[in-house]
């Protein structure tokens, strides 16, 4: 089914309006926790925290980026304290990450500022139309994931 093209551009709009939106609320719930986690912390520490330990071409696959990104990234939050680094015993050329105690209340601390913002943002939906929106964020997200192209390595390089 083909939409029009004023419903196309309205969706857009909203959609880009979103992501701002959620960016700004990252960085304002970053800056209201202690230490600062970075705009790209969030990105790193929840698979640490999902799946456990790992080489950063696990989390740099995970983020779509390249590993020297990701590698400077995990660096800094290595300095923050937010994750821990040990040799991996199957490869001692290479690092596991893992989240730290510190990260994991990061994580936390910037889930409750989420979760409040989400609470107050949210105060005077019915829980039928809340859900119902939820479930077509999940699959517009599935969807884009599914079109977006493949990112160029110029295009990795310049995501630092």
């Known amino acids: 089914m083909t939409l029009s093209p004023g419903t196309r551009d309205r969706l857009v709009a909203a959609v880009a309006r979103l992501v701002r939106t959620g960016r700004h609320v ?13 705009s790209f912390g969030w990105g790193l520490l929840l698979p640490l925290e999902r799946d456990g330990e790992q080489r ?7 983020a779509g980026v390249d590993v020297s990104v990701v590698s400077r990234q995990v660096a800094a ?20 990450i893992r989240l730290s105690e510190a990260g994991a209340a990061a994580l936390a601390r910037t889930r409750a500022v989420r ?5 107050a943002a949210l ?6 139309d809340a859900r119902r929106l939820g479930e077509l964020l999940e699959r517009l997200a599935a969807d884009l994931d ?4 493949a990112p160029s390595r110029t295009a990795l390089g310049a995501a630092s």
């Open 56 to 62: 950063c071409s696990a989390l740099a696959a995970h």
């Open 115 to 119: 979760s409040e913002w989400a609470t």
């Open 123 to 128: 105060a005077d939906w019915d829980e039928e």
């Open 26 to 38: 990252s960085t304002r719930a970053a800056e209201s926790v202690r230490g600062g986690l970075p």
């Open 77 to 96: 939050l290595e300095r923050q304290g937010h994750v821990d680094r040990r040799p991996d015993p199957h490869d001692g050329r290479a690092s596991l």
């Open 146 to 149: 599914r079109a977006a192209p």
